[in-house]
């Protein structure tokens, strides 16, 4: 019989709703919550959803969860689980512990005891991991009010981290957030995407890994692989599924950026990628940037999916809102079948485009709330919030 785990795929919050589509899209049965979406599911859809996530930070396992009221209590329960078949004894392992608002309310004494347990449960104590050590096991115990819960990461690597951005630009975009806007901007593979704002290039990489369908875990460390669960044999055949050969649609994949530094980050990472051919790369202006100031030479029809300085990079004040109308005013010469789609750390900001824009979705990075603003008309995957801004 196929063992089924309880499963947690972590994500920004206000990303819920576009994760738990992709779950769906997986097979798998998600409830959202707070930060995330639980979903059951057996080793074949954890790899698989390890692999094929966009908009995940991490997929842990829940290991298990009880009351528990006391320090001892929590040692002799943690014992009874299965840490021979969930731990290697090659990989060491590293324990971290939170509490609130419970009797058990000393985080390093709870992570004590829970090193205790699993030396009981394995008959020798765990290989201590350094503290910076990438490749250690993570077992995650969380107790708030006074309910433990015990949970193993299934990955190394967080599932942002997709391996291909080595080079960074100025105020760097986490992938997965890129991600998510394009899927709620509605762009689909095979439309025009521009980003006059790429900075190291995340956006349009993103955009060209969904039209070529490679998977956006290809590049990391495999699932699992520290822990007890790896099965290669299972592994190989999700990356055969995920398609073994893709190849590139070379649609129109514009991108742009007036540091040519960035430009140059912005070719590395896709080149690591695999995707430097589909992507048309310049070191301009938006002024300058040759679909918007000679529209007779862009495609009909596309997306403007972008992440705007918002008063690092470029001066605030009136210099950054002429940015956005002139942003605004180009696009307008686009015609009719254009789109857009930008990331807002101010929404009055936002308004100089001067199109009507409503908000996919918000959430915080960084300390720093975001919101998604996109086309008012646009339906796109994901949530569908009623206001307009």
Same mark, same amino acid.
């Given at each position: ?190 439309? !025009?995407?521009? %980003?006059?704002?790429? =900075? +190291?290039?995340?956006? &349009?990489?993103?955009? @060209?890994?969904? $039209?070529?369908?490679? *998977? ?37 994949? !514009?991108?742009? %950026?007036?540091?040519? =530094? +960035?430009?140059?980050? &912005?070719?590395?990472? @896709?080149?690591? $990628?695999?995707?430097? *051919? ?112």
């Amino acid at each position: 019989m196929t063992e089924t785990f309880a499963l947690f795929a972590a994500c920004l919050p206000g990303l819920e709703p576009l994760l738990c589509d992709e779950l769906k899209d997986l097979g798998a049965a998600p409830t959202a919550v707070a930060g995330g979406a639980t979903f059951q599911g057996d080793l074949r859809l954890l790899f698989t959803a390890c692999l094929q996530l966009g908009t995940a930070s991490h997929v842990v396992i829940r290991v298990a969860g009880f009351p528990c009221r006391a320090l001892g209590e929590l040692e002799r329960k943690a014992a009874l689980l299965p840490w021979s078949s969930l731990l290697r004894a090659d990989v060491p392992a590293r324990v971290r512990a939170v509490c609130k608002r419970s009797r058990i309310w000393h985080s390093g004494a709870a992570e004590e005891r829970l090193e205790n347990a699993i030396a009981k449960g394995l008959g020798r104590a765990p290989r201590r991991a350094e503290a910076e050590d990438p490749d250690a096991a993570v077992i995650a115990v969380r107790i708030v009010d006074d309910h433990v819960t015990i949970s193993l990461d299934a990955t190394t690597t967080p599932l942002h981290r997709r391996g291909w951005r080595l080079a960074t630009a100025k105020a760097p975009l986490r992938e997965d957030l890129a991600h998510a806007l394009l899927l709620a901007s509605g762009w689909q593979p095979g439309q !025009a995407l521009l %980003d006059p704002f790429c =900075g +190291a290039g995340t956006i &349009a990489i993103e955009a @060209a890994c969904v $039209a070529a369908d490679l *998977a956006p875990g290809r590049l990391r460390p495999p699932p699992c692989r520290h822990l007890g669960l790896w099965n290669e044999r299972l592994w190989q055949d999700v990356l055969t599924a995920a398609r073994p050969e893709p190849t590139i649609d070379v649609s129109h994949l !514009a991108a742009s %950026d007036r540091d040519a =530094g +960035a430009i140059e980050d &912005a070719r590395g990472n @896709a080149e690591r $990628a695999g995707v430097a *051919a589909a992507i048309e790369f310049r070191c301009c202006a938006v002024s300058a940037q040759p679909w918007l100031a000679t529209p007779a030479a862009a495609p009909p029809n596309g997306t403007l999916v972008t992440n705007p300085p918002f008063g690092v990079r470029v001066a605030g004040g009136e210099q950054l809102a002429s940015l956005y109308q002139s942003l605004g005013h180009r696009l307008q010469g686009l015609g009719a079948g254009w789109r857009l789609a930008m990331l807002a750390y101010d929404v009055r900001m936002a308004r100089r485009v001067g199109r009507p824009l409503r908000s996919a979705f918000a959430t915080r990075i960084g300390g720093l709330g975001i919101a998604a603003m996109i086309d008012a008309e646009v339906t796109a995957k994901g949530p569908d919030p009623a206001a307009s801004v």
